[in-house]
């Protein structure tokens, strides 16, 4: 596609659900990254996916939270029995290789109510 | 830890004034530093990327210099326009076994018209 596309744009969720936020990146993007941007806490690194190899998970907050790359492509964020401390606008990014130019997505904006 | 400040964290200037906005990190190897804008409620929009091995990139009316040694990077924007209005953030990738962009707070530019 012309650039990463995130979805849903917004989601609000009921405390305890569980959600999925989905990223499509750049095609032929080989590495997929996974970011969150909650007030007072900055952009912080969650997990990411570099072609066929073991994701780098070291970011993720807690067991609740995993994510998958299906085919080397599009990626899922999955959050389990969301807390109110997971709002936060969640953000992907897709470079051609690791440590090459960043491209971002517009962001999934969760709201736990 | 790679760590990267940015300074100030809010900026108001006239429209037409040159300014310079700072970014900092503590852990000189790195691969690449990036600068990014991003408008309320959108995603990151890259400006420049800076490989380690350069000192600076221009595009248009910006202009980003590196120096790994002091651990400083600066994003220099000329003639400033109310459209330059956004938040400005640097983001380090860093050489290490943690891979993976390490951002400041930012800088909120307003430019009045």
């Known amino acids: 596609g012309a650039g990463v596309s995130q979805s849903p744009s917004n989601k609000v969720t009921e405390k305890g659900k569980d959600v999925e936020l989905r990223c499509d990146p750049i095609?032929?993007?080989?590495?997929l990254y996974w970011y969150r941007q909650s007030l007072g806490q900055g952009l912080e690194f969650l997990i990411y996916f570099q072609g066929n190899s073991a994701p780098d998970k070291s970011g993720l907050p807690s067991d609740r939270f995993s994510a998958e790359r299906t085919g080397g492509s599009v990626s899922t964020l999955t959050i389990q029995r969301t807390q109110q401390e997971d709002s936060a606008v969640y953000l992907c990014a897709s470079h051609v290789v690791r440590g090459t130019e960043a491209f971002f997505g517009q962001g999934t904006r969760l709201t736990v109510v | 830890k790679q760590e990267v400040t940015q300074i100030p964290a809010a900026l108001s200037v006239p429209e037409g004034e040159n300014l310079v906005l700072n970014c900092s990190f503590t852990?000189?190897?790195?691969?690449?530093l990036q600068w990014f804008r991003q408008d309320p409620g959108k995603g990151l929009t890259s400006l420049l990327l800076?490989?380690?091995?350069?000192r600076e990139q221009t595009s248009g009316r910006l202009n980003a210099s590196l120096d790994k040694s002091s651990g400083r990077s600066t994003l220099y924007i000329a003639a400033s326009q109310p459209g330059d209005s956004a938040t400005y953030l640097c983001a380090a990738f860093s050489s290490g076994s943690a891979r993976q962009l390490t951002f400041g707070s930012g800088t909120q530019l307003t430019v009045l018209p």
């Open positions: 800076i490989q380690s091995s350069q």
């Open positions: 852990d000189s190897a790195i691969y690449n």
């Open positions: 095609s032929g993007h080989t590495a």
